[in-house]
């Protein structure tokens, strides 16, 4: 079965510390995606990162970095220096590599404290 | 380029009155999803379009869930009758023909069904 923890419910970090958010997933497949969602107060979701499963590399950008795991099935988020503006509920997600089975985590409140 | 566009912000209705959201994709994307997210949940897919055709909707309460596409453009989803439970926010969603690459969120709909 297709599923995505996200054990953190909330997290208060202050302003400029580092903060890591963890996903786990479980999938019945060998190739998939692994996705990365910001949610503002103002409600969008906002796209940050697609990660291939055959692509292990991580990945950063800016201030925000990525560690995926195959062996874990983890997919790790690293905000070096957070600030005021990061604070937000951040999603992590899977999909099958056509993009239609796509699933959620419940999301993880991060509040950054000035 | 312009982002999704949903309407109303927001909904309060008493139990069984209906409601109806509507939804303007971004110009060209061919796919349109309609997610319902409730507090503390991550967005749980209702029903999935490619242009005006239903690809998914197995998650659709169907009972007292509608969505419609016309002209594969803006979309509506009712519910009607609404029930307590039918309390989210009501997020569409688009993206273009290759879907794995994420999708593009709308502000949502905050419906309160009291």
């Known amino acids: 079965a297709q599923k995505v923890t996200q054990a953190q419910t909330e997290i208060s970090v202050v302003e400029k510390e580092d903060v890591t958010l963890d996903c786990v997933y479980e999938t019945r497949d060998t190739t998939y995606y692994l996705f990365w969602y910001k949610q503002p107060p103002s409600g969008e979701l906002v796209f940050l990162i697609r990660?291939?499963?055959?692509?292990?590399q991580n990945e950063i950008s800016g201030r925000y970095s990525w560690n995926f795991q195959k062996s874990t099935s983890s997919f790790n988020f690293t905000i070096t220096a957070s600030q005021v503006v990061d604070s937000a509920v951040y999603f992590c997600a899977l999909s099958d590599l056509t993009g239609n089975q796509f699933y959620f985590g419940t999301g993880t409140s991060l509040t950054v404290i000035p | 380029e312009a982002g999704v566009a949903q309407s109303p912000r927001y909904k309060i209705i008493e139990k069984r009155q209906s409601v109806a959201f509507w939804c303007n994709p971004i110009?060209?994307?061919?796919?349109l999803y309609w997610y319902q997210q409730i507090l503390g949940q991550g967005p749980k897919l209702l029903i999935q379009?490619?242009?005006?055709?239903?690809?998914?909707d197995s998650q659709l309460p169907k009972d007292r869930f509608s969505a419609e596409r016309l002209k594969g453009v803006d979309s509506t989803l009712k519910i009607q009758p609404a029930k307590l439970e039918d309390s989210a926010v009501y997020l569409c969603?688009?993206?273009?023909?290759?879907?794995?690459?994420?999708?593009?969120f709308g502000s949502g709909t905050r419906l309160t069904v009291v």
């Open positions: 110009s060209g994307h061919a796919t």
């Open positions: 379009f490619q242009n005006n055709g239903v690809v998914d």
């Open positions: 990660r291939n499963s055959f692509d292990e």
């Open positions: 969603a688009s993206s273009p023909r290759d879907r794995a690459y994420g999708y593009t």
